[in-house]
């Protein structure tokens, strides 16, 4: 059993740990893991546009709401001020 003594980087476009190399040294592919790495790295990236515009969506619907309030109760104020004028 091996015991992880220190945290150490590995670089996940050389990663090549699916393919046990002792088994069957010719079936390493050099292309496998980078192109694995660029299709996960892209899904991620769709996935963090996605939320963003999702956050964005939020943040314009809060602002829209604010603003409803906020032309409500100038539109009250203004029929208010109408009245009194009456």
């Keep these: 059993m091996l015991l992880q003594t220190k ?3 590995l670089h ?3 990663d ?14 050099k292309h496998h893991s980078k192109h694995w790495n660029m299709m ?3 899904k991620a990236l769709e ?9 964005n969506e939020e943040k314009m ?6 603003e409803a309030k906020i032309n ?3 539109m009250d104020k203004e029929a208010a001020e ?3 004028r009456q």
Aim: zero cysteines; hydrophobic letters at 35%; charged letters at 40%.
């Design 7 to 9: 945290y150490t980087v």
């Design 12 to 14: 996940h476009e050389n």
């Design 16 to 29: 090549t740990d699916d393919i046990v190399m002792e088994l069957n040294p010719e079936a390493e592919d």
């Design 40 to 42: 996960v790295n892209q």
């Design 47 to 55: 996935i963090e546009h996605q939320l963003q515009m999702e956050e």
């Design 61 to 66: 619907r809060e602002r829209l709401a604010e």
């Design 72 to 74: 409500k109760a100038r």
């Design 82 to 84: 109408l009245k009194l």
